[in-house]
């Protein structure tokens, strides 16, 4: 039986080191803020935000929410991120997309100010993911990867990892990310012969699955001693939530694997959280 990687774990332990960091920006008056801009009623994005919010009571950060209606205009939209790029009370900014189909993504995120781009979906702050710089941060759910690695000492130095996916959100940033701690890293995509995928998989040391397939890792492409971090939020055949991986065939061979519900996902506020805290710091010059 593999060993389960919980997100909840890795989330308090988080939380819990932003405790000191959050009373020395209180000491000097800095209050750690995050203006949370939403667009209309998706569930998935109100559901976030309530994760959030609860999140934020619990690291004692601020969090407002600028809610607007699906048809407000880029312009407005953009009038509004102006705003929250101006004032120095507001550390960190999080947008939620996709953003409505007449909004240009592009312009609005590339609006956003770097410094407050608390989930990393800047081109500058990618950019400082690619550069190992500290322009921005990375997303979210790229370093919750890391988190969970690092809190379960997982030693990622020299290893062999395959990330299965190349988003922006997750692929390349948290290739990058790995790279950065000397491991080697192959990505695979949806262009990848099946042959190399399996035979790259099956020489892994760790295997990231963020492809986006319900169920798509199966036990053809899993061995003994891997481990696993499995980012796919789906919905299965029988309405349940399951991740990338086929849990239940790959579960018994592996050494370590995130569960879907509550592995990686969990972990993506506390991410969250500890960018708005150290853009506080960054912002008042604390560090």
Same mark, same amino acid.
């Given at each position: ?7 909840? @774990? ?65 312009? @407005? ?47 500058? %702050? ?20 890391? @988190? ?42 949806? %262009? ?91 912002? %008042?010059?604390?560090?």
């Amino acid at each position: 039986m593999a060993k389960l990687l919980k997100g909840q @774990e890795t989330a308090l332990s988080i939380s819990e080191g932003l405790g000191a960091r959050v009373a020395k920006l209180k000491e000097n008056d800095v209050i750690p803020r995050l203006a949370i801009v939403r667009l209309g009623e998706n569930p998935s994005d109100i559901s976030y935000e309530k994760g959030a919010i609860k999140r934020a009571a619990l690291t004692e950060v601020e969090a407002e929410v600028f809610q607007l209606p699906q048809e407000t205009s880029q312009d @407005e939209l953009l009038g509004l991120i102006s705003k929250l790029n101006d004032d120095e009370n507001i550390h960190g900014i999080l947008i939620f997309r996709p953003l409505p189909k007449h909004i240009d993504d592009k312009v609005v995120k590339n609006a956003l100010n770097p410094q407050k781009d608390v989930d990393g979906i800047t081109d500058l %702050s990618l950019s400082g993911v690619f550069a190992d710089s500290d322009v921005g941060f990375p997303p979210c759910t790229a370093q919750a990867c890391i @988190e969970i690695l690092e809190y379960y000492g997982i030693d990622i130095k020299g290893k062999r990892i395959v990330v299965i996916g190349r988003s922006l959100v997750i692929g390349k940033p948290v290739a990058m990310l790995m790279m950065k701690r000397n491991a080697t890293i192959s990505v695979c995509h949806r %262009s990848t012969k099946p042959q190399d995928l399996k035979d790259l998989c099956r020489s892994a040391d760790i295997i990231l699955a963020a492809a986006g397939a319900a169920k798509n890792f199966g036990k053809d492409l899993a061995v003994s001693g891997q481990i696993i971090i499995d980012v796919g939020i789906n919905v299965d055949e029988n309405g349940k939530l399951c991740g990338d991986v086929d849990f239940e065939a790959v579960e018994p061979l592996v050494e370590a694997i995130t569960p879907v519900p509550g592995g990686v996902g969990s972990v993506t506020t506390a991410v969250l959280m500890k960018h708005v805290v150290e853009a506080a710091e960054r912002q %008042s010059r604390l560090i």
